[in-house]
Structures are given as C-alpha cells and as structure tokens.
C-alpha cells in the first residue's frame, strides 16, 4: 500500500498530471452512476425487461461509435478530442436530467441519454493517448497509468454507490443533473493542456491512408490473426455478464431482497470494491509467462459467485458474493487485455482496443436485454444461474484454443528487460511493448579487438552492453568509450542513414542486439518514446559536433 500512495502523491504533485486524472476520475464515476440510474428508470417503468430494453438502445449505437472514436484518438488533435468529449457528455447528461424532469415520453428520454452512452465511448480510448503525451519521464508516465488504473476502479465503486445515495430521497434526473456538472468541470481540467502543438504537428506529418482503412484497421487485425479473435470473443464473454450484471443489482434488490431501488447501488458498489481488490492482485500477473491459467480461474471466481446468489438471499451475502465476483472480472479483463497487447500488432493496437470497446458496449447490451427477458419468465435466481455460468462455459467451449495462445511462450528475460528499461528510448514503452521486444532480440558475444559496426556500413540493429567495454570513433579519432548498460546505433535506425561511428570491443562484450525492424515498429509507434529517442539522437550529435556521431 505505501508505494500506491507514494505513486498517486507523486501524480499530484504535478498540475497537468493531476488535472487529468481528477477529470477521468469524474468521468468514470458519472459513467457509472447515469448508467446505474437509467437502468433504474427503465425499471420502474416495466421491470427488468424495460430495464433489458433501455440497456439494448443505449448501447448498441455505442458499439458502432466506439471503432471511430479510437480512430479520431489516433489522427486528430487529442486535446480538442478530450475537451470535445467531456462536453458532449456535460450536455447530453443535462439534457437526460432536463427530459426526465419533464417528463417526456419514454422513447425521446432514452433516446437523449443514447447520446450521452455514445460519448463515453470517446473519452476512454483518448485518455489512453493523453498520458504519454503530457508526461516528461518514464517515471511519470508509469504513475500516470496506475492512478488511471485506480481511477477505472473507484468509478465502478463509487459511481453506484453515488447512485444509490442519491436515488435515496430523488429521482434518476438528478442523477444525471450532478453529474452534467462533475463532467463540465472535467472539461475545463483538460482544456488547455500542454504539448498538443507540438503532438499535432506529428499528426500533420502523418502518412495518411485512406478513412475507411483506417477506422476498420482494428478489424483487418482479427481478420488475421485467430488467436487476436479467440481473445476479443473471450473478453466479450465477460462484457455480457457485466451488462447482465446491471440489471441484475437492481432485480436483487427489488425483487429477491425486497429492498427499495437504491440499494441496487450498494450492492453495484460492493462489486466495485471487489474489482478494486482484484486490480491490486491483478498485479501478480506482471512477468508470467502464461497468463491463460490465470484467465481460467479468474473466470470462474467472475461468474460462479453470481450464480449462488439466489441459493443466499441476503443482503450481506449478496454483497459478498458480489465482491467475490468483481475482484474475479477485474483480474480476468486484466490477464485477457495483456494477451491481446502482447499479441496486437503495434500499428494497430488502439484500433483493436476500439474494436473490443465496440463489442464490448454490443456484448453489454446482449446481457442486458437477455437477462432481462430471463428474468421476467423464470426469475430473479434463475437469471443469476445463467449470468453466472457464461463465462465458465464460454472458457470450457474455447479452452483448448485459448490454451494455445501462450503454450509456447517463453519466461521473460529479466536481464535483457532490466537493460531495455534503463535506454531512455524504450523506458515509456508499456509492458507488452517490450514484452514483443523481449520476443525477438538475440544476445551476442563479441570477442576483444573486434568492430562490432563500423562507419559508412547500413545500419541495420541497436545495441545494448550487456558485458565489457567500447571504444567509439568518428573517423578515425576516438571520441568516447561506453559501458554495460549504454545503447548505441540508433541514429543510425531512426534517421535511415549510414552508421556515423565505428565502435571496437576494448573487452570482450556482451550484446542485446535489436533488429532495425523491431526497434522502429516499438519507438516510432509510442509518441513519448519516439520523442526521446529523437532527443537522445539530437544529443548525441551535439555532442559529437562538429563531427558526425551516431554513437554506433
């Protein structure tokens, strides 16, 4: 627990950092709160059906916007695409709260909270790009990811809880009044931020491919590769259950505990405090070689608790198993997303990660309207046997294929990891960038005496020192000597130029050797590692000027 501390203190120390985070910690809650609200008004009007129905109209849209929401995250400014989406949420949660004061016809009020259901889908995959683009440190971009991480969390704790509280002595309109506000504040904390001028002209200087090739990139990738589709399908499996899952807090608390609405936020809230634990245990998964064991267990933890629920109608073991089972889903969407980041092609990881949000919010909408209709015909326990026994079976059916995903894959290398994480260039690259890295790099043993590039030949690997020392020259003078730890060739990579150095083994070396093709796809596909890779070339040529220096 101190490190988590120590990691959110340091975030907050920095302004930017910290208006970002308080913004996205906003967002998430007042997702889950207008949500938990809607369902709660449509359930008032006929039940759990109604309930399936508002969740079905709400998110299939979102499904299809989601794909062209990763895109503009991709192609445009993203600092207009952030402020953009936190007012088109400001505003369509205002005009929800406005139809349900007046109470318009239902199909007009659910048809304004669609909108404000489809801006949602932009904020999440944007905030993605913002976080590398605004810090200035591998440090910080690593705290940066975990408060994120904390923030996703406390939202699906917090925002049903909020929710439930307020739904006390309200209505759902004021739900969606407050939270109009939290996220017209969000607004104004990340307008204006830092770096986007610099981030747009790297956008201007874009190849680009046609709009329709881009958007459906995502799309190409699964088409590809079976192994990308098996994991989006199993992830979806468990996006189901969670759409079942909103309507089921409220179909518990009415009808199984004859409770009033309300307490369908409590029992929202327990989940999410158990999603909360599980993302802290979800970090045990960091350095596995295999991770579908762990996709196994945690989707039986997800749905076996669900199931029993009706065999304890109580609220206090409700609320337990509850638990049990968010800290199940939380470790299960955490093991399956790090399977397709390992496995996602760089050039098209956030199209993919847009393509699962599509299906996501598509696959919610299924468990929503299914569950509601299992509800109404067989009842509240029978709709928890079979919410709880999807993603069980989903994993039995796909289990052998799944297995197959990381059969073969190899424990990772931690020397060869720690020396990748000590390069400025590749420090801000997420773990399953390196992971691919790590995949492909080969070590090389160098014996004394020898060149291991020489100036004028192509250059065609980065190099890190392992073992021994390096001698480096620029035409013929020497102009410095490198040591374990250091890299050197990437001027040489980044800039499509001759080698600018000859570097000689003093001693005899120990290698990490990057292929040109390796080390362009992960430094030029993550915006903070390309900028530092290009400031570390820059130094490196200053510090050789008037010479020409690559160091290697």
């Not at 906003?26 to 449509?42: C, D, Q």
């Not at 969670?242 to 409590?266: E, F, M, N």
């Not at 608790?305 to 509850?322: E, H, K, N, R, T």
């Not at 392992?466 to 040489?492: H, L, N």
Request: a neutral charge.
């Amino acid at each position: 627990m101190p490190e988590q501390v120590r990691v959110v203190l340091a975030v907050a120390r920095q302004p930017t950092l910290l208006r970002v985070e308080l913004a996205y910690l906003g967002f998430k809650t007042a997702e889950y709160a207008t949500w938990m609200a809607i369902l709660v008004y449509g359930y008032a009007i006929g039940g759990a059906a109604a309930a399936g129905i508002v969740a079905l109209v709400q998110l299939a849209p979102s499904g299809i916007v989601a794909p062209i929401a990763s895109y503009a995250g991709d192609r445009f400014r993203w600092d207009r695409v952030l402020v953009a989406g936190y007012l088109v949420l400001a505003v369509s949660d205002a005009a929800t709260a406005g139809a349900l004061y007046a109470g318009l016809p239902v199909p007009a009020t659910v048809l304004v909270a669609t909108v404000a259901s489809a801006a949602l889908t932009v904020i999440r995959p944007v905030q993605a790009v913002v976080l590398p683009a605004i810090t200035h440190s591998p440090a910080d971009l690593t705290a940066a990811n975990a408060v994120s991480s904390l923030a996703d969390s406390l939202g699906i704790c917090l925002g049903p809880l909020a929710a439930g509280l307020l739904l006390l002595r309200s209505q759902p309109g004021d739900v969606f009044a407050v939270f109009a506000i939290v996220t017209a504040l969000g607004a104004l904390l990340v307008a204006r931020l830092p770096a986007a001028d610099a981030d747009a002209r790297a956008l201007e200087a874009r190849p680009r491919a046609p709009i329709g090739r881009e958007v459906l990139g995502g799309f190409e990738a699964l088409a590809r590769d079976r192994r990308l589709l098996l994991i989006v399908l199993v992830l979806g499996s468990s996006t189901v259950v969670v759409g079942a899952l909103d309507v089921l807090y409220i179909a518990v608390a009415v009808d199984l505990l004859h409770q009033t609405a309300s307490w369908a936020g409590v029992l929202g809230a327990a989940g999410g405090l158990g999603a909360i634990i599980g993302a802290f245990a979800a970090v045990t998964l960091v350095g596995r070689r295999r991770l579908t064991p762990a996709v196994a267990a945690s989707g039986a933890l997800y749905g076996l608790p669900i199931a029993a629920i009706g065999q304890i109608p109580s609220l206090l073991g409700a609320s337990v198993l509850f638990a049990m089972s968010g800290a199940g889903s939380s470790v299960n969407a955490a093991a399956g997303r790090t399977l397709l980041q390992r496995l996602a092609p760089e050039s098209t990881l956030a199209r993919t990660f847009g393509v699962l949000e599509g299906l996501s919010m598509l696959a919610m909408a299924l468990g929503s309207f299914g569950i509601g209709l299992v509800v109404r015909s067989l009842g509240v326990p029978t709709g928890l046997l079979v919410a709880g026994l999807v993603v069980p079976a989903v994993l039995l059916a796909a289990w052998r294929e799944l297995a197959a995903v990381d059969r073969h894959a190899r424990a990772p290398d931690h020397v060869a990891l720690e020396l990748l994480r000590r390069q400025p260039i590749f420090a801000p690259l997420s773990a399953p960038s390196i992971e691919r890295i790590l995949a492909e790099l080969s070590w090389l043993d160098v014996p004394a005496g020898q060149a291991v590039v020489r100036q004028g030949e192509p250059g065609d690997r980065y190099y890190v020192i392992g073992e021994g020392e390096v001698m480096v020259s620029v035409d013929g003078r020497p102009v410095g000597t490198r040591g374990p730890g250091d890299g050197f060739g990437e001027i040489a990579l980044l800039r499509n130029v001759p080698r600018t150095a000859t570097v000689l083994a003093l001693s005899r070396l120990r290698l990490l050797a990057v292929e040109r093709e390796r080390f362009l796809e992960a430094v030029t596909g993550h915006r903070q590692s390309r900028f530092t890779a290009e400031a570390v070339a820059a130094a490196q040529l200053a510090t050789a000027s008037p010479a020409r220096f690559d160091d290697g």
